[in-house]
């Protein structure tokens, strides 16, 4: 289907960007990678009669590593933090796991870490490494910026912290110690279908081995990105040992609150996110050259 008639601006700073944003209200939407926005505009599931085009934006290109902080300004693509030279290190193995099964090749080309936040699908795969990896969003608008939690960000499907008037301008991820690994597993049809079910984990050891920090998150389980906080209660200050590892997945088991789907029936996804969270714990164990 054609998109419903809408007006388009190049903006070519944020200041402009915001300026076109307020001066349009709830009419306005920013287009970052357009994966997501324009096929919704060709379903007429959204009808924006302004779209605001940051890919000009010169500064919201980057991939910045500074005061313990990696940060993912707005239109960095999903391809470039899958090619930064820095994805192989053992710490970033969550975002580098992700970076490599979002949507297909061809998306990853234009779609945005941050514009699939501001989306916030229910199956997105960002959204759930950010929770894991307790990362934050920096939203800026008239009256400044503001850096807000990703628990806070995640409002609810397709919902956000972002207000009328406002953009998101960069994620910011904590940079994880050296004792710190991650994983990103996800089930999938076929290459470049949404999750299935899918689970991000982030561990961080103690030097005696017992866990100091754990995120754990889920996606497709539920109307927004998931965490599992009783799991990762039980796994901080323990040993994590075969048993730790399957209390925690039979917590994310538990709560996982997938709907039935084309994709599979509640039982068998609720299934798949015990069985993902203990893979993903396995494998970052194993990551740190720990064994369970
Ligand atoms: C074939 C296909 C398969 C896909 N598979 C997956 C998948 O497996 N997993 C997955 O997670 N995603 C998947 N996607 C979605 C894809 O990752 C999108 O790129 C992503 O969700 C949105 O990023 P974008 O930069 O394209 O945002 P856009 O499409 O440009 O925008 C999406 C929404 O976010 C808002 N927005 C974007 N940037 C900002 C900002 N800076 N400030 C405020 N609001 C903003 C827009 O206004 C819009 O409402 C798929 C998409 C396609 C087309």
Redesign the pocket.
Known sequence: MIPAAFEYVRAHSIDEAIAHLQQHGGDA????????????MRFRL?R?AVLVD?NSVRD?SYLRASDGVLEIG??S??SDVERAGWIGDRRWSLIHDVSR????PV??Q???V???L??N?P?????TAALASRAEVV?RGKAGARTVPIDEFLVDS?T?A?GEG????AARFPKPDDRTAGSYQ?I?RKV????TAAAAVQISLNADGTVRAAGIAL?AAGPCALRVDEAERLLVGREPRDETIRAAADAASRRSAPQADLRGGVDYKKHLAGVLVARGLRQALARLGARA
């Open positions: 939407r920013v287009l970052a990678g357009g994966q997501s926005l324009i096929p919704a959204a924006p940051i919201l707005a239109t693509r999903d099964v979002v949507a297909d998306v990853r234009m779609g945005t941050v514009g699939s501001c989306h699908d199956s997105g795969d960002w959204t939203v397709f956000t972002v406002e953009m998101a301008v996800k999938e470049g279908d949404f999750a996606s």
